[in-house]
C-alpha cells in the first residue's frame, strides 16, 4: 500500500508540475490557463496530447519540438520532476499530516514561481493569496500554534518591507521586489518567525552561488525561486514547531 502512494504521488506530482509550469508561462502573458491548449512557442503549432505527457515527453522528444525542432525550454521538465520529488520526500517524512500538506502549498507556489521568476522576473500575487489563503486553512488546525504562525507571517512581512523602504533610499532603486516582500510573508505564515529567519539565510546564500556559476549579468535576480527552496529546507530538516 505504501509503494501504492508513494507511485500515486510520483504521477500526481508530474501532473501537477506541468501545470504548475504552465500556470508560470501564462499569467505573466496573461494568457487564459483553460485555452488555448499548448503549443510550441517558436511555431505556435498545438502541441498533441500525447507530446504533451509530463516528463516523459520531453525525454521521448529529446527536448525539442516535435513540428519545428526547436528547443523546447527545459524549465517546464525541471519543474515537473522537482514537483514529483517533493511530494514523495515530504510524504515519507510527514505522511498525510498538516506539515504535508503546508509543504504542498509551498512546493506548489514555488511550481509556478520558478517559471515565472525565471523566465518573467515576476511572482505572481493570485498565486501568493492562494497560498496565503491555504495556509490560513492548515495552520487552523496547529491550534496551539495558529496565533503564533499568523502573527508571523505579519511581522516577516513588515520587517522585510521596512527593509525594502530603506533598501530603496540607500541604492535609489528598488532593492526588492515587491512579490518576494509577499512570499515571505507567506513563509513566515507557513514556518513560523525564527525558522523563517533561518530560511531567509539559507536562501541569500543559494542566491549567491547561483549568482556566481550563473555569471549573471543582469542586475535583477529571481529569488523568489530560493526563497521558497530555503523554507522547503527548513521545513523538511527542522520542523517549524521545534522552534517555536
Given at each position: 500500500m505504501e509503494i501504492f502512494i508513494i507511485v500515486f504521488l510520483a504521477f500526481l506530482g508530474m501532473i501537477f508540475g506541468s501545470f504548475y509550469a504552465c500556470m508560470g508561462y501564462r499569467i505573466p502573458n496573461k494568457i487564459p490557463l483553460t485555452k488555448p491548449n499548448s503549443y510550441c512557442e517558436n511555431c505556435k503549432k498545438e502541441i498533441k496530447w500525447y507530446m504533451n505527457i509530463p516528463v516523459f515527453s520531453f525525454l521521448f522528444l529529446k527536448g525539442r519540438c516535435a513540428y519545428c525542432n526547436s528547443k523546447i525550454d527545459p524549465l517546464s521538465f525541471v519543474v515537473e520532476i522537482i514537483t514529483s520529488f517533493l511530494f514523495i520526500v515530504f510524504y515519507i517524512k510527514y505522511g498525510f499530516t498538516v506539515t504535508f500538506f503546508i509543504s504542498i502549498v509551498l512546493i506548489s507556489v514555488l511550481g509556478v514561481t520558478m517559471v515565472s521568476d525565471f523566465r518573467y522576473y515576476y511572482v505572481s500575487d493570485r498565486v501568493v493569496i492562494l497560498g496565503l489563503i491555504s495556509l490560513i486553512v492548515l495552520v487552523y488546525f496547529e491550534k496551539d500554534f495558529m496565533f503564533y504562525k499568523i502573527i508571523s507571517g505579519l511581522?516577516?512581512?513588515?520587517?522585510?518591507?521596512?527593509?525594502?523602504?530603506?533598501?530603496?533610499?540607500?541604492f535609489k532603486k528598488e532593492s526588492l521586489g515587491g512579490g518576494d516582500i509577499k512570499l515571505l510573508g507567506l513563509i513566515g505564515l507557513a514556518l513560523g518567525?525564527?525558522?523563517s529567519l533561518i530560511s531567509l539565510i539559507i536562501s541569500c546564500s543559494m542566491t549567491l552561488v547561483y549568482y556566481f556559476l550563473s555569471k549573471q549579468e543582469e542586475k535583477e535576480i529571481p529569488?523568489?525561486?530560493?526563497?521558497?527552496?530555503g523554507a522547503l529546507i527548513v521545513l523538511y530538516f527542522i520542523p517549524s514547531f521545534n522552534l517555536f
Open positions: 511581522i516577516l512581512f513588515a520587517l522585510i518591507f521596512l527593509i525594502k523602504i530603506i533598501g530603496d533610499k540607500i518567525f525564527y525558522p529569488f523568489g525561486p530560493f526563497l521558497l527552496l
